[in-house]
């Protein structure tokens, strides 16, 4: 069965210090791979996708992410976090044949303090 | 982007009541629309997925009984906890996809249900 594991579940940080939260997966086919961020009251919304390419993945408000295929990761970074980071983190698998289900990991609670 | 919809956004009911939350998308077409459960500080959890035209597949250990899902148009699925204890407040969150093979998939705002 799929699986997603999100190493840190609360990470505080502080204004412009680098970013990197883990991300691990479990299956064995052709995965899409996702980030999503939930700010205080909101709904998800998508921070980036890897579907197929270039392993490095540019997303919106400066994130990236690195699919790793060897090491069944997909980890997220930003080099310098701001105070408006502040939100959970959710990674999502879907597998190539899964009818489009989203297997979430556990979430990362990301506190930036300016 | 495209829009997805839920209402209400938060309800309070007794026990042993029904309630009804209804997952819309705005602006897009959705023959397949996904029905999560999120507890508190915790991870979504997968619970169906609702077909446009056909019965719903729910995931193991939900209880297709308790929580009836309709899909009657291409833009509206419906949810109904039925008769709902304290153990089901939780919030509810609606996602749809785009179509095509590398779609994203659209959120809903959440319902927040609190069951007394």
């Known amino acids: 069965a799929q699986s997603v594991s999100q190493h840190n579940h609360h990470v505080i940080l502080s204004e412009a210090a680098s970013l990197e939260l883990g991300c691990n997966y479990s299956?064995?086919?052709?995965?899409?791979l996702f980030w999503y961020v939930q700010y205080p009251g909101q709904h998800l919304q998508l921070l980036l996708k890897?579907?197929?390419?270039?392993?490095l993945v540019k997303g919106i408000k400066g994130f990236e992410a690195e699919f790793i295929k060897s090491k069944f990761s997909f980890n997220l970074r930003k080099p310098s976090v701001q105070w408006s980071d502040t939100a959970e983190y959710f990674c999502?698998?879907?597998?190539?044949?899964?009818?489009?289900?989203?297997?979430f990991g556990q979430g990362t609670e990301l506190s930036v303090k300016p | 982007g495209a829009v997805v919809s839920q209402h209400p956004s938060w309800v309070i009911c007794k026990s042993g009541t029904s309630v009804k939350i209804e997952c819309r998308s705005l602006?897009?077409?959705?023959?397949?629309m996904f029905w999560y459960r999120q507890f508190p500080k915790q991870s979504l959890m997968l619970m169906a997925t609702?077909?446009?035209?056909?019965?719903?597949?729910?995931e193991q250990g939900v209880e297709k009984d308790k929580f009836l899902i309709n899909h009657a148009s291409l833009t509206l699925s419906t949810l109904t906890v039925t008769s709902a204890h304290p153990e089901d407040s939780s919030f509810y969150i609606c996602?749809?996809?785009?179509?095509?093979?590398?779609?994203?998939?659209?959120f809903g705002p959440g319902t927040r249900l609190t069951v007394l």
């Open positions: 996602s749809a996809p785009l179509a095509g093979g590398q779609s994203e998939q659209f």
């Open positions: 609702s077909n446009e035209g056909s019965k719903a597949t729910y």
């Open positions: 299956y064995g086919g052709t995965v899409n």
């Open positions: 890897y579907f197929s390419g270039d392993p």
């Open positions: 602006d897009f077409q959705a023959t397949t």
């Open positions: 999502a698998v879907k597998g190539y044949n899964q009818g489009g289900k989203l297997i």
